[in-house]
Every structure is written in C-alpha cells, then in structure tokens.
C-alpha cells in the first residue's frame, strides 16, 4: 500500500487538496507551536494508512478549512467536488457535539454523531482527527485534557470498536487513560512494565516451537507475532481480578496467521495435543462473530515451564478485519481496479452480527460502479428514529412521527404534563408538530398545568400515552375515552342455519378474530349477531361488501364498542 507522500507525488487531486489547505492554514499554530497544517496531515496520514479512497484522503486533509479559516463550504464544493464538501460538512457537525458526562446519555450521543455522519466516512476521519488530537493532548490546557480523555472514551473510542476498528480504539482509550487516571496509570506502569517484559522474552521462546510444530505439520504459517494487551484495557480486566496481576493470562498473547480458515482449526488441534488447554479458556470467535464482527481462535494453553499462555488463531483476513474493522473492508471495495493501493481481498463479517450500525447497507455487496458503492455508505439506521435536540445540547432519542409532547415526556414526566407551549428551531410550533432529527426542541411549561386529553390523539410514544392517562385519572374534571376494541355485526337474514357457516367462512378468511356467535329473533325474520376485532375503516368497508354478496343477507350494521 502506498504511504501518504507516495500518494502525494502520484495524486493530482490530494495534491491540490494538500495545497490548498497548506495555504489556508498558513500562519496558525496549535497549543503545541506547530504549525496547525501538520494535524491536517496527520489526519490524512490515518486515512491513506486505513487504506480509504482519494475523496477521504482530501477531505481529511480540508476538515478544518471551514471551521478555522475564512474559506466556504461552497469553495470547497465547486475545487474538490459535492462528494468531499459533504464529508468536509459532516466532520464540521461532529466537531460541534460536545460531551457532557451524562453516562445514561452517552449511546444516544454516539448514535446523534452516526446520524450527523450520514456517510460512514465522515466517522472515519472524524476518527483520524481525535487519534491525532490525543496524540498532542499534553499541550492542552489541563482542565480541558479531562473532558476530551473523556469524550475520547466514552464516545470515540466505542465508536471505533463497534466499526470493528480494534487497534484504533484501544489506541485512543490507552492515549486517555493517563488523563482521566494518572495515579492508576503510574501504578499500573510500575507494576507492570518488568512483567510485560518477561511475559515477552517467554513468547519469543515460546514462538519457534509452535512454527516448528505447525510446519511438521504441513500448515503454513503466514506469520506469528506477539500481541502485548494494552494499559487501559489491562486496567479494566484487574479491577475484575482485585487488582491481581498474577491472575491475568494474557499479558502477552502469542498470534498465528494461517492461510485458511480449516489451518485455524487444525493448528488449534495440534497445539492442543502438545499443551493441553485451560479448561473454559477456548473461544471460536470464527464460528460466533464478536457483535464488532471480529473473528479468531483463543486458546489458553499450559505451555513451556507449565506457564499459562493466550494464543490467537486467525487468517490474514481476520487480521486485517480485527486491525482495520470497516476501514478495511472499504479499502477494498474502493481499491479495486484502482492503480493507486494495492488490491487487498478483505470482507466484514455477516452484517446480522453487527450491533446498532447494522442497518449500514450491503456491506458485503459486490458493487458494479462508484455511484453504487457510495450509496452503499449512507447509514440508513435511522429511518425509524428521530434524535432531536435540547437547549442544553442533551440527544433525545424518539420514534419517527413523535411531536413536542413526546419529547417532552421522554425529558421528565412532570415536564410533559405541564406542557403548554413549544419552540422547534426558535421557532413556536403546534403540539402535535411532527418533529425531525436535529431540531432544536425548547418546552414551555405551567406549574398549575395538566394534560389534555386531545393529546392521546396525536402523542406516538407509549410513555407519553400512559403518563397521559394516568394524569388524567387522578383529576376528577376528565374524562378518556377508550378507543373501541371490538365491533359488533348485526345481519338481518332470510335463513340463519345455512348462511350462519358461510358468513363466518367469509370473516375467517379475512384473517378476523370471531369472538362470538349467536342468532337472535324469531324464525322468520332471524338475526345473526357476530363480535369481532376491531377493524380499520377500509377492512370494514371490504367485509361488509363481500357479506353483503351472500344469497340471503337483507341488511348488515354495525357497532364499535
């Protein structure tokens, strides 16, 4: 794959982005008297190492132009194109999201980035930007290199790790880790640093025995490595162990690259033979996907000198899916037939195994041209969802459809019933305004209030209905009116005994629940009464047409109750 100055001298088109935003920042400095053009590549340098196409590359290299210069979103449009001033765009909107260390809160804001992202790519270099402002936190002011530690790992870092991006995330929560704990850090970094290095000189010992028996074994080792578990996830896995060094196996993990995934199988198997396995300690992340989609064998096994050593089977692919995560499966989607990167066969695991970005569309599709491979990136997650705004900047997560009052209620209870006004985007709006993702939603309210019952007509939330009603039943002055739940069908026939079987025939076809049955009247002038579900307007219309067709119905009414 090509670094970022091979690219530079080979790209015309991130070769005028480079310049062009060389120029703009001309003269500005960042908090650590660099010249703030080199965070700009920086950014860019991720993104061409993740493998990602000239569009991401540029806008990497333009994500701070209309922020911090005097250049417009529209000259960026009309000397790089539609496709990099929308990820230019994106990045600005992401940038404006601000952490404010409310945890219950923290997955609405990660989905409120998603959805200001609307491009995976946006999140990409997004991504680029925070991993290179982590790197130069040290020259932050310190009461601002807490909050950002803390956004770092509460929402960048997730993010990355749900994108299937492992290296990437546990780099960001180990760059915030020292901030965010710095007395844990120091211990940790003085407890530990002698034991990293003897866990590394075993596996160094250790690695030629498991090449040499795989080998005699006929299965080609692609390579092995060793991994070291990095410091802030090290310090989660103590606190689980009371802070028990001892206790941890995996300090130091020894990993194997095989060309397939029948060689992962097998080299688990011969290993196994030679050092037989810590009970429980065997995970097929191969046959079950972490949610990430991140797949290996693990195995703890009794190795050399009886010591307790992790091992991890993988194929390149999985490498490079586990290394890179949806980074990697772009790459190549965008890569081939391209001359710019080398070709790189890599796919993301089933998209049903993914969590909440799984609605992502054909991730694994094989695509027949650009225009369908960008349209494929468009995150459609939300088309079910709305995630509006407080005044304060706080995500509320609601349905499509759901008005003020939802909103309202979704806040606080007591917010919701006192409700008597709204303003959507500074602006006064009904109550029952359909509201859209990213507005502005600001809630007038009246102590001496109570709910309307007119709300229950237009409210969409379950939450928003039942506080309604339960408001409405402690004030002696309302009244609700349940909505009905059964219908009534009165047929005045001719003959009940042969037409009863063919009008129930006719009703349970139509898929309706018959609750009961009974004739009324005298012989001559009978009258079925039939309760059913009830039904929509137009269902109802189409029953009674086709009862009405039966040879010895005379007339049909009906009542909801």
Not at 474 to 488: A, L, M, R
């Amino acid at each position: 794959m090509e670094n970022f100055n091979e690219l530079l001298q080979n790209n015309n088109f991130i070769k005028k982005a480079h310049e062009f935003s060389k120029k703009a920042h001309h003269g500005q400095k960042r908090k650590n008297s660099e010249p703030y053009f080199n965070h700009c590549v920086a950014a860019a340098e991720s993104v061409v190492s993740w493998g990602l196409d000239e569009q991401t590359v540029a806008a990497a290299l333009l994500h701070d132009v209309v922020e911090d210069t005097p250049h417009t979103l529209d000259e960026i449009k009309g000397l790089f194109g539609e496709e990099v001033a929308f990820l230019v765009d994106g990045v600005t909107k992401v940038g404006m999201v601000r952490y404010r260390g409310i945890e219950a809160k923290v997955e609405n804001l990660r989905k409120f980035i998603l959805y200001l992202s609307q491009d995976i790519r946006v999140i990409l270099v997004k991504l680029a930007d925070r991993l290179h402002n982590m790197r130069t936190l040290y020259a932050v002011h310190p009461q601002k290199q807490k909050r950002i530690a803390l956004e770092t790992t509460e929402i960048y870092a997730p993010l990355a790790y749900r994108l299937g991006m492992q290296r990437l995330s546990g780099e960001l929560e180990d760059l915030a880790f020292p901030y965010i704990y710095p007395q844990e850090y120091k211990w940790l970094i003085a407890n530990v640093k002698g034991r990293y290095e003897e866990r590394e000189k075993y596996a160094q010992k250790f690695k030629p025995a498991i090449e040499t028996m795989l080998t005699d074994n006929q299965i080609a080792l692609t390579r092995i490595d060793s991994r070291a578990k990095r410091y802030a996830s090290l310090y989660k896995k103590l606190l689980r162990y009371d802070m028990n060094i001892d206790h941890i196996y995996d300090l130091v993990a020894i990993r194997a690259i095989v060309p397939t995934i029948e060689d992962c199988y097998a080299a688990l198997g011969i290993i196994h033979q030679h050092w037989p396995p810590v009970p429980g300690r065997i995970k097929d992340y191969i046959a079950l996907p972490k949610p990430n989609g991140y797949r290996s064998l693990h195995t703890v096994v009794f190795g050399p000198d009886n010591k307790l050593t992790e091992i991890q089977i993988r194929t390149a692919q999985m490498h490079d899916e586990a290394e890179f995560g949806i980074a990697a499966h772009l790459a190549y989607q965008q890569q081939k037939g391209t001359k710019n990167y080398i070709e790189r066969k890599v796919a993301m695991a089933d998209k049903k195994e993914l969590m909440w970005i799984k609605q992502l569309q054909n991730w694994q599709k094989e695509f027949t041209n650009t225009e369908e491979f960008v349209q494929s990136l468009k995150i459609d997650f939300f088309k079910d969802r709305i995630l509006a705004l407080t005044p304060k900047g706080e995500v509320i997560d609601l349905p499509a459809g759901a008005t003020p009052i939802d909103f309202a209620y979704q806040i606080h209870s007591e917010i919701g019933s006192s409700c008597v006004g709204a303003k959507v985007n500074g602006k006064i709006a009904p109550l029952d305004d359909k509201l859209s993702s990213g507005d502005m939603v600001e809630i007038n309210v009246q102590k001496s209030k109570k709910p309307s019952a007119s709300w229950l007509d237009f409210v969409k939330t379950s939450h928003a209905r039942n506080h309604i009603k339960a408001a409405l039943r402690q004030s002696p002055d309302s009244f609700i009116k349940e909505p009905p739940k059964k219908t009534e069908l009165k047929l005045a026939v001719k003959n009940s005994i042969g037409l009863l079987k063919d009008v129930t025939g006719i009703i349970s076809r139509s898929h309706i629940d018959i609750h009961s049955v009974n004739t009324q009247g005298s012989e001559k002038a009978p009258i079925i009464k039939i309760v059913i579900d009830v039904l929509l307007k137009d269902k109802l219309e189409k029953l009674l047409a086709k009862l009405k067709k039966l040879k010895g119905v005379e007339t049909i009414t009906h009542r909801a109750f």
